[in-house]
């Protein structure tokens, strides 16, 4: 996910989609795993600060049949992800290229009008 002004918009999707690209061709370096690593775990720790986070996240997880205490698991479980895993993943969901772009009007509330 990106942002632009309308001026940079071709420039910007351009970098996005040879980015997205590189992906799907699964050309990740070490450097790059680790660094999206400790932004999914940093993430996740900030999104749990207060106790009512916790409580909400445990629900929802419970709902989700992943265990109302998946949160404690979850570094342990990003940091288990391999290069290989990544590969897999990115062949089979960045594949086919699908890029979704949003432009506000001028004078619009960006709501969806």
Do not use: W
């Amino acid at each position: 996910m990106t942002q632009c002004t309308t001026e940079n918009r071709a420039e910007v999707r351009g970098i996005v989609e040879a980015q997205m690209a590189r992906a799907a061709r699964g050309e990740f370096t070490e450097g790059e795993i680790r660094t999206a690593k400790a932004i999914c775990t940093t993430t996740h720790d900030l999104d749990l600060q207060t106790p009512a986070q916790v409580a909400s996240r445990a629900v929802l997880d419970e709902l989700y049949g992943l265990g109302f205490d998946s949160h404690s698991r979850f570094a342990a479980e990003i940091e288990a992800v391999t290069a290989e895993d990544l590969r897999r993943v990115a062949a089979r969901c960045l594949a086919r290229g699908i890029f979704v772009e949003y432009l506000p009007r001028p004078g619009g509330t960006g709501e969806g009008e």
